[in-house]
């Protein structure tokens, strides 16, 4: 069983940076696959960003490319947000989410939801205009 723990929200002016940080238990940290999603008050969950185990694949929605940057840590068991030029339609609650080992490759399977086998608690990221 994998615990995760998001870390790092909070309210920022439109413009301003946050990084969000996600911990994770287990040891097995390395092997998984890492995402970001978001939820918008009345709107659906939607996928922000993802990771491979070993870093090497990065990927980003539309929306926040050019702006957010993936990383991660497996020596801290730690996958990061950093969150750069924030909108306010940036506003939601964050949600880190880790895969097992899969075949999974590619955008149109990281982004999906159901990849990911455990999900954190959120953090909330409020952006002011």
């Known amino acids: 069983q994998v615990q995760l723990v998001e870390s790092g929200g909070g309210l920022v002016q439109a413009g301003g940076s946050l990084r969000l940080s996600c911990a994770a238990s287990g040891r097995t940290f390395s092997s998984y696959a890492m995402g970001w999603f978001r939820q918008a008050p009345g709107k659906e969950r939607e996928f922000v960003a993802a990771i491979s185990w070993s870093g090497g694949s990065l990927y980003y929605a539309d929306s926040v490319k050019g702006r957010f940057t993936i990383f991660r840590d497996n020596v801290r068991n730690t996958v990061y947000l950093s969150m750069n030029s924030l909108k306010p339609e940036d506003t939601a609650v964050y949600y880190c989410?880790?895969?097992?080992?899969?075949?999974?490759?590619?955008?149109?399977?990281?982004?999906?939801?159901?990849?990911?086998?455990?999900w954190g608690q959120g953090t909330q990221v409020t952006v002011s205009s």
């Open positions: 989410a880790g895969s097992g080992p899969s075949d999974c490759s590619g955008f149109g399977c990281f982004m999906r939801p159901a990849l990911y086998d455990y």
